[in-house]
């Protein structure tokens, strides 16, 4: 049986399910409410998973090409003294086990192929509205659009995001949470000998939260800091290098050099860490939701793009088979459910022993497990 599906939002989630879906033979369009489909420039952390789900889309070389393999993860005290080393393992020949890489170059890595299958896209477009049919005893969905087309597919797929509008519509109850901290993120020179992504964490001198960098090309690197901000404050944006300086004052090592470059506001990026992880299922009749829609977490564990990506794989390869709608859901959620709570609530875990670190666990050993963890199939 032929299929048409409509997905809502053009990022990471998006895209990678449009990719999957045109592999199935599946017929797919995009809808992106950002007329310019621009992302903000920001570093992100990639691991094995990652790359390999990416390899499955075709585009794990390209991924790799457009970022900068590292060795892995170090984690070191808040002064520098190295704690334990995480080497990254390979998932897929020839491929590294981590990766970093801009945003804005991921962003390209899936716009391109996008481009080049053909698959349609409106930009500063989204839904207007959407009518299940099944409630009905019906077996699609009718979605009307901001640009006052409609139409009618087999299968809503909301991409949109950790505040999903999608999602709203159908439980409305389920709102980010603020978790208590907030990440700050400046893009730096990287040093030429640099070929870690390091974890500055732990009690020192009163310091609480986690601090790290991470190369993103051979001439770049990120640097960040997650710390604890209570009541969720919102800054002047013409402070915020003044502020992200001052939660990276007394760290030594390469980032404490590093954050002598934090000086210009606008380069500056906060965000408040907001998280919501939905029960299963993440579907209501013909209406399904991936990556942050479904399962928003904290950056602690460097997994978002990852979830979002194996999510799309997944979903595209159930549908792909043989089988009705509701049956490849079914699938999809045996599939995804379990490993995307584990990334979930492990990471909000971690905030949570930051913030009171008098009832944390080993980070090492959760970190050290999960990534094992994923190394599994998906």
Not at 138 to 144: E, H, K, P, R
């Amino acid at each position: 049986m032929s299929k048409k599906v409509c997905v809502i939002g053009g990022g990471v989630a998006g895209l990678a399910v449009a990719i999957g879906l045109h592999q199935q033979g599946i017929d797919v369009e995009v809808v992106e409410r950002d007329k310019d489909w621009k992302v903000y420039h920001v570093g992100i952390i990639v691991q094995a998973n990652f790359i390999r789900a990416l390899e499955t889309l075709g585009l794990g070389k390209a991924a790799v090409d457009a970022g900068f393999p590292y060795r892995g993860a170090r984690f070191l005290t808040p002064s520098g003294d190295l704690i334990a080393e995480l080497p990254g393992e390979s998932q897929v020949d020839g491929l590294p086990g981590d990766l970093g890489l801009t945003r804005p170059a991921l962003h390209e890595v899936l716009t391109s192929k996008v481009k080049a299958l053909g698959i349609p896209v409106k930009l500063g477009v989204t839904f207007e509205s959407f009518t299940d049919n099944t409630a009905t005893g019906g077996d699609s969905v009718d979605v009307t659009f901001t640009d006052g087309t409609s139409g009618t597919y087999d299968l809503l797929i909301a991409a949109d995001g950790n505040y999903s509008a999608v999602r709203k519509v159908l439980w409305p109850e389920a709102k980010p949470a603020f978790t208590g901290q907030g990440v700050w993120r400046y893009n730096v020179p990287r040093p030429a000998d640099l070929e870690w992504s390091d974890l500055y964490i732990g009690v020192e001198n009163g310091y609480k939260g986690k601090a790290g960098y991470c190369p993103l090309t051979p001439e770049e690197m990120y640097i960040f800091v997650v710390t604890e901000e209570p009541g969720n404050p919102r800054f002047d944006p013409a402070t915020l290098a003044e502020e992200m300086s001052k939660r990276l004052a007394g760290y030594g090592g390469v980032l404490g050099e590093a954050a002598k470059a934090v000086t210009d506001p606008a380069l500056t990026v906060y965000r408040p860490l907001e998280a919501c992880i939905m029960p299963d299922p993440w579907y209501q009749g013909r209406v399904v939701l991936i990556g942050d829609a479904a399962h928003s977490a904290t950056p602690h564990l460097g997994q978002g793009a990852a979830m979002a990506v194996e999510d799309a794989v997944v979903l595209a390869e159930e549908l792909g088979e043989d089988q009705s709608i509701e049956a490849a859901l079914q699938a999809f959620m045996l599939r995804r459910f379990e490993r995307a709570k584990l990334v979930g609530t492990s990471s909000i875990m971690l905030g949570e022993w930051e913030m009171h670190p008098e009832k944390a666990g080993d980070p090492v050993e959760v970190t050290e497990r999960i990534r094992r963890t994923l190394a599994e199939p998906v």
